[in-house]
């Protein structure tokens, strides 16, 4: 089983920076997908950035060049650094976490989730 604990969410005016952290537990061998999502009220929870075997990322466009994601293998600690951040980023940011072998996604782990609220 694996534990994922995120922090850093909060309360930021618009064009402020936040830096989020997941810190993973358990059995994290080969625990090569870590993402973060968000959710907004009314809406789905939708894939914001992730990274990959420590070297692929993706971002989605509408957090391109202002959102960075980044891992610390010796901290088990995915981080997403948001900066210019804008209202429309209000969100639960919840971390997520699974295994890919031969191609194929294994495991579905997810923390709690941080509420970051950007006020205009």
């Known amino acids: 089983q694996v534990q994922l604990v995120e922090s850093g969410g909060g309360l930021v005016q618009a064009g402020g920076s936040l830096r989020l952290s997941c810190e993973a537990s358990?059995?994290?061998?080969?625990?090569?997908?870590m993402g973060w999502y968000r959710q907004a009220p009314g809406k789905q929870r939708d894939l914001v950035a992730s990274?990959?075997?420590?070297?692929?990322?993706y971002y989605a466009d509408s957090v391109k060049g202002r959102f960075t994601v980044s891992r610390d293998n010796a901290k088990s600690t995915v981080y997403l650094q948001m900066n210019s951040l804008k209202p429309e980023d209000t969100a639960v940011y919840f971390c997520?976490?699974?295994?890919?072998?031969?191609?194929?996604?294994?495991?579905?782990?997810w923390g709690q989730g941080t509420q970051v609220t950007v006020s205009s």
């Open positions: 997520h976490a699974h295994r890919v072998i031969g191609g194929l996604a294994t495991g579905n782990y």
């Open positions: 358990g059995s994290i061998f080969n625990l090569n997908f």
């Open positions: 990274i990959q075997d420590s070297a692929t990322t």
